[in-house]
């Protein structure tokens, strides 16, 4: 299965200029399979996305981007806000309570200054630097395809995951039409609701994949 983990819409991100509709038909016509909705800071209820599911005939599947001290950080299985999230440490908490899972989103953001292609020692430091802040090693993926990053931040993200031994996911964080479809991670197996994909994450059984 083809899922965007990563998406925004214009009624719960304040930067987004999507509604739901716009995206899940824009989704179907790309030939995606499912798409997740990470909001800043903010949760869909569960069962208002089943309905929303079953009446587009295509799965929407809660999730959240949480904006913290070291970052964003996209997670599966909590369903509201918490006072404190901006400490990684307790979001992690958190996520681990709810059997949940966090994945650090476009992680060269904060964390990369963009050298020239041929600076390979500057990247290596900022890789070193990054890979030893806790938020990192504590996560359980981390987001290396972003639909919104440009060759050396993609990089950064690939050889961070790796220096680290992380699983890798993809996702377009889209915000306005047209952001679908350039990248999204391949399930082996079948999705069917937000437990089969926070087993499948916590599984490792995906691949993340750049469509064009």
Not at 146 to 153: A, K, M, T
């Amino acid at each position: 299965m083809l899922i965007d983990l990563h998406t925004h819409t214009m009624h719960k991100s304040y930067d987004s200029a999507q509604s739901l509709e716009e995206l899940i038909i824009e989704a179907k016509s790309l030939q995606l399979d499912a798409i997740c909705l990470t909001e800043h800071d903010e949760f869909w209820n569960i069962e208002r996305l089943v309905e929303i599911s079953r009446y587009y005939e295509f799965l929407v599947l809660p999730g959240s981007e949480v904006n913290t001290d070291n970052g964003h950080f996209l997670t599966f299985g909590l369903e509201k806000y918490v006072f404190g999230m901006h400490k990684v440490s307790y979001l992690k908490d958190l996520v681990e309570d709810a059997s949940g899972v966090l994945i650090g989103a476009h992680p060269y953001r904060r964390n990369y200054v963009n050298q020239r292609a041929t600076d390979i020692p500057a990247m290596e430091m900022q890789i070193s630097k990054t890979a030893h802040k806790e938020a990192y090693q504590i996560c359980d993926a981390l987001e290396v395809f972003n639909g919104r990053s440009d060759v050396e931040e993609t990089r950064f993200s690939l050889k961070l995951s790796e220096y680290l031994g992380k699983p890798q996911v993809a996702g377009s964080d889209s915000h306005k039409p047209g952001d679908l479809g350039n990248v999204a991670t391949r399930f082996h197996r079948r999705i069917r609701n937000l437990e089969d994909l926070i087993e499948e994450l916590k599984a490792g059984r995906f691949t993340p994949i750049v469509i064009n």
